[in-house]
């Protein structure tokens, strides 16, 4: 099982970046799939998730910002940051969670954002 994000990087404020997830080894389209963060010397945080049938839910603190997708014959999920913050700075990490079966999680290494002022 591999997750692995791309397309982190150093953005000032303002603007866009693109995250991507690549999924292999598991049956993508039967997994929740979710965004989450971490900034330094702060807890991970759920940033954004969707469901198999492609419905999407944000926290508060990106919604309207952000958008979270996926491609179920790409066995992939995307984020799409936009008007990016300082305060958005942090590793974000690609999970995958099957609802059926609590023991099937999976984590990515995660991918840097970090956001200039």
């Known amino acids: 099982v591999q997750l692995v994000e791309s397309g982190g990087g150093l953005v000032q404020a303002g603007g866009s970046l693109r995250l991507s997830c690549a999924a292999s080894g598991f049956t993508f389209g039967s997994y929740m799939m979710y965004w989450y963060r971490q900034a330094p010397e702060k807890q991970r945080e759920l940033v954004a998730f969707?469901?198999?049938?492609?419905?999407?839910t944000y926290s508060d603190s990106v919604k309207g910002r952000f958008t979270i997708s996926r491609d179920n014959s790409k066995n992939a999920v995307y984020l799409q940051l936009n008007d990016l913050r300082p305060e958005d700075t942090a590793v974000y990490y690609c999970n995958a969670e099957n609802p059926v079966n609590s023991a099937a999680v999976y984590w990515g290494q995660g991918t840097q954002v970090t956001v200039s002022s």
């Open positions: 969707i469901t198999m049938a492609m419905v999407p």
